[in-house]
């Protein structure tokens, strides 16, 4: 019999794992390959974004991060399948290597099979019965040795087909990922939406132009000026709250509007009886900041904007143009052009006698015009308030007008603003008013009072500032009611020029600084440590000055901090100066005392002018005492008194003068004494108790003796005043260093104990000096 | 002002998805032929597993790369439309985003 091939009996179940090994391979490099194209699309997706803001490329985004989404997935799925197919490919090889063992003895057992068959016919011819039954024997042997290899084998065929079952589902799964990918139609749509040109970013400005010259076109070509008008100026007003921020809508608007309409808007208003002229108006007014600062968006801007800074002609509109640029913010430049040509040029022509219009009348009297409630009808003082909000703009509007284009200095047109409220119509007294506050702050913003330091100031705003003291040189007794509050401030912001300006030392007989109008150079050896005025104040001007604003106690209080600060600052440098000075050379505190002593003594001069009798003057002096005194002196800290209550010393400094320190602990026949009672003692004692507290800060050679009694345990710095008067112990260690201190000075160097005596003397030499 | 557009970067960007187009097409995503692969006597198993892989493959990717090419054709187009209107107001409009 022809023997079966072993291949024939035993073939190799499953797949060719040659081909299966390229199926892993395939899956693998494709998986590789979804994953860098995710990658890749994803950078795409972050360059969209911050090439392209806006609501559309969100959108836009969205969508490719939709398209991509299957990427990652469908990657891990292909490379899942891939492993599959290894892993069926490894179980391959080895059934097929176990198949291979099987058909080796299969096809040894078919050989002996074979031998068997020949054997038996051998037998069964010569009757070898015995060798017959043993050869069938031997046939059955292997026959069933052969049914095992056949269990064997078919364990191999599901052990394949089993590893093909879970490669095929690795495939099934990863195919079923391709399904549900979603690739689907709408997503082009939404791409095309979102892709829809009216989204794009650029096109929003021809958007906002357009939607803005709809609005000017409304109100423009609405030619009658009744309540509709109103009505319709009213929502175009809320359109200007929406979008005038918008430079786009804002210049487009006001360019279209044009230049008359874009001046007499406040005028319409007024008269279209709009109930709600004010908040309207502020709306445009704000807009028109944004469109003046951004003119060159459209080119329309530019008539506008010349009609402001060129009104000529006859024109009844300052006070309508005052009314636009007055809520919005505007380039400084600009805004001081259009101030002038407005209103401040003619108050430089009238001052000059020249032949102003008689339009400029409308500055000062604005009688029975429009108006809006709320909005100051004074033309002058609505233009002054339109540039005191930017130091810059204040400066460059007081300094460039003049009349025809003419050049004033700049002392000359700031006395013109001043004399011209002395013009003002007895009427209109209320107006005059607003008009002094109005111009007292424009002075302030350009003294730089407000945005800079006393001793620190520009050279812009000292120029203006001196140009302030020059002017009020030439005056004599002008009305300034209404500007107090402002010319304190200026006055406080250059202090250390008043005390620069009076004659100290070797400066004592110095006739300029004596009697001079005119802020003066620094006298060259006016250089206290630590200050640096930008020029002097002779004693005369600073005199007249403060006449404005010490008859206002508010006014007065402004000054007299910003005094008190600056003596503090000024003592504890001199006293540091004193402290490493050679003996002789240590007179700086002395110095300095004196200097802001006479001031203190000019004010309280001008003062007793300027309230009236000395009576009155002292009276005044007493009550504001007493008011100090019901603060109580724990509200004097013990040091750093400048940066709490610098005021306060200030005042007491200016009434009081040195009671001496014999006088804290003894009867005193000082009749200062008899208005204040038992609180004469302690407030003799405060302005040592400064002076001490100035050294100690300073670190004066024999202040680090001062009693720990009298320190405070965490600062180190000496007590409150009060807590020290409160403790009949606290008093005595002080009274003990005090004297210790007298008796004990230091090498080289003056006693604190008659440190505090000298400055307390100086000061109070400098304040009679002032004062007489 | 945010809606503006650096309209030279859109233009990149639609380059590099019409070159991540290209990329999909190219023979290395070929999943095509894979059924073949596989012995034909599996029958049931995993040769009709691979030729499902490799008819769904043939749907989709054709699909993907082809709206890849079509997104790349809308961005590019946002940008030149953005150049003409730029150029059509005299550069009145800043082109770039805030």
Known sequence: MSRPDAAAAYPYPGDDPASIGSVSETLGICSNELTYLNQSLTKVQSGLSS???????TKCNADIATLIKFLPTGASKL????????TYQTTLVSVRREVDGLRTQWTTLQNKLSADATNYTHETEFNDT??????IQDEQRLQSTVSELDLEYYAQVTKSNTAAETCGAALRAASGEWTDSPTGEHQTQSLDDVLGLGKLGVLHDIEMH?????????????????SNWGKQAHQVALAMAKYGNDPAFAAAFFAELGPQMSQTLPTFLSESGDPDAYADIQAYSKAFGVAVTNASMDPGMKPVMDAYTSAGGSDGSAWDRGVMTHFGTFPPAWIAQAADASALNGIAGRQEGKDVPGWYEDMRNRMGGPEIPGIENNVAALWLSNVQGSPEASRLAIENMGWDGEHNAVSTNIKSIIDYAGQA????????SAYNQAYGKVFEAASGADNEIDGQHSAAASTFAAGVFDAFGKEDHPYTTGAEASLAKLGGSYVQEMAAGVPVGDNASDTKLLSGEEVVPVPGDNGYPGQNPAFAIPKELQSKFMATFVGDPNATTTFDNAAGSQYHDALVAAARADGVAEPGQNETMNHVAKAYGTVAGIENHTTTEVVGEADEAAKEANENLKSILSLGLDAIPGEKIAEGVPGIVWDMSKHLGNMGLESTFGETDDPRFDALGEKSHEIALAQPYETLSILHEAGYPGTDQVPPSLLDPTTHELLPMGKVLDDPQKVTALQDYLNYTKNHPPANHTSVYDKSSDVAGNYSGGYDGGNG | MTYFVKHKELESAAQVLKDNTAYADTTKFDLTGISKIGAPAAGEGVGAELAKLETAWLEVLPKFTKELNGLAAKVKASATVYVEVEEAVGGRFTPFAT
């Open chain 1, 425 to 432: 119509d007895s009427r209109d007294l209320s107006n005059v």
């Open chain 1, 210 to 226: 357009d939607l803005a010259v709809k609005y000017a076109d409304d109100l423009k070509n609405n030619h009658k000026l009744d």
């Open chain 1, 51 to 57: 090439a392209w803001v806006a609501d559309a490329a």
């Open chain 1, 130 to 135: 015995k060798g017959a039954a043993a050869t």
């Open chain 1, 79 to 86: 490379a899942a399948a891939g492993k599959a197919a290894t």
